[in-house]
């Protein structure tokens, strides 16, 4: 009886098994980035949740090669948060559900691609032919 009870329980952890979430800082520490830098091994159907935890940001998909400003709403087949602000003890999330595991590149879009340009970006699924070291080397021009 106690055995069939902890198979039945494991069962039922099955379905939230199979998407993982990533959690990723947006301004943590009041500085002008995401924290992890970058994400590897996110398939459709995974998860990324920012959290949001100072000043007013957003994390907004763009371009490999031209990543500053990225373009509102982000780019095609992309995602963008929108602008999200940290006041007092209030940290706003977002949540993106991956569509595939294509890699990805985004940046914060405030202030006309100034925060990116401090380098203020993030990947998901770099390669070893596009890095996320040369992505943040485009972004800071
Ligand atoms: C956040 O930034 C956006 C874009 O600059 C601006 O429109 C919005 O008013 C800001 N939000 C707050 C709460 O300051
Ligand atoms: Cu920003």
Redesign the pocket.
Known sequence: MRFTSIVAAALAVVPSALAANFAVNVGQGNT?AFNPTSITGAVAGDTITFTFMS?N??ATTTTFTTPCPPPAGGVPGGFDTGFLSATGTTQPQAVVTLASGNTQWVA?R?AGGA?CRMG?TFAVNPTAEQTYEQFLANARG
Do not use: A, D, G, V
């Open positions: 002008f000043r940001h957003s914060c405030q925060h203020m």
